[in-house]
């Protein structure tokens, strides 16, 4: 069953790409942080403003503000004014260092709007806390240190996804994972016929990049499955060279109508070229989005 009820979404049939509502935000309260699987942590938010949050697709996204120490999150109502049309990013960098939150964006996993809550999933790498020599961005760090209490802004964005096109390749990382799952939840929920059209192929270092029962849950509800284990430096080969192994092989999900790409950034690309030159896939018959840089801070 999906993690979203059918009434906080805007819309349940999806043909379209969702329309881009008005962003907004509101300050959050953290009530859990918990391990569902080796290398993912699950953190619940809590907001009154969640009750009145209506989502516009299964792979909605949001920008969590996480404070620097000592900058109340509440300090940002008089700072965060963002124009229609406006970059959030821009904004913030007009807004004093020293209180000036850092910015990561994740995808909502659940959303329960009669308890106002929020959960979403933050892939860990292996890293189990923060200390010298600890190579970690600011998403990470926060996640692997926030405690219930603690104080973060949301920021609300949308879905990207849609169902338009029957036979649908979705392709993700272990940071794009809970999306696959989300998106795959809300088809068995809305449209249930579809899923045996829909293929995926997820590029993790582990099974401990990914939210158990994934396999066991999916396996024989989609059209395929493929999961592939190979190092984070390693991946967007990994995924070039299973896209041209299906190819070969004459598989159905090497014949899509549509492509939903997430994780990190050159892998995104090599699919999407790949889809494109090799495939004939239209350009705009492909979602891809990179989540984050191998080797680099994401902006």
């Not at 124009?83 to 209180?99: C, E, F, I, T, Y």
């Not at 996640?143 to 390749?169: E, I, M, N, S």
């Not at 998106?183 to 990049?209: G, K």
Request: proline content about 8%.
């Amino acid at each position: 069953m999906t993690s979203v009820i059918p009434s906080a979404f805007s819309d349940t049939a999806l043909l379209t790409e969702p329309a881009a509502p008005p962003h907004r935000w509101f300050p959050a309260e953290v009530l859990s942080n918990e391990l569902i699987a080796g290398n993912v942590r699950r953190i619940t938010l809590h907001a009154k403003d969640i009750a009145s949050w209506t989502m516009t697709g299964p792979d909605e996204f949001f920008g969590l503000l996480m404070p620097r120490s000592g900058a109340p999150i509440e300090d940002l109502s008089a700072l965060l004014h963002v124009p229609a049309g406006s970059n959030l990013r821009a904004v913030l960098n007009r807004v004093p260092q020293a209180q000036r939150p850092d910015l990561r964006w994740y995808t909502v996993r659940q959303l329960d709007r009669a308890s106002c809550r929020l959960s979403f999933d933050v892939v860990t790498h292996g890293v189990r806390s923060i200390g010298p020599g600890t190579t970690a961005g600011p998403g990470l760090t926060w996640a692997t240190c926030a405690t219930p209490g603690d104080k973060v802004g949301v920021w609300t964005v949308r879905g990207l996804w849609h169902r338009a096109h029957q036979r649908q390749l979705l392709v993700a990382d272990a940071a794009a994972m809970p999306s696959i799952r989300s998106i795959l939840e809300f088809q068995a929920t809305h449209n249930p016929t579809q899923l045996s059209r829909m293929h995926v192929v997820a590029i993790v270092e582990s099974d401990e990049d990914i939210e158990p029962g994934m396999t066991k849950e999916w396996v024989a509800r989609i059209g395929s499955l493929s999961i592939i284990r190979a190092p984070l430096s390693e991946q967007a080969d990994a995924a070039e060279t299973a896209m041209a192994t299906l190819r070969s092989a004459g598989h159905p999900a090497a014949h899509p109508e549509y492509v939903w790409v997430g994780g990190e950034g050159t892998m995104c690309k090599l699919v999407r070229a790949m889809a494109v030159r090799e495939w004939g896939l239209d350009r705009q018959r492909i979602l891809w989005c990179p989540y984050w840089l191998v080797g680099r801070p994401r902006p």
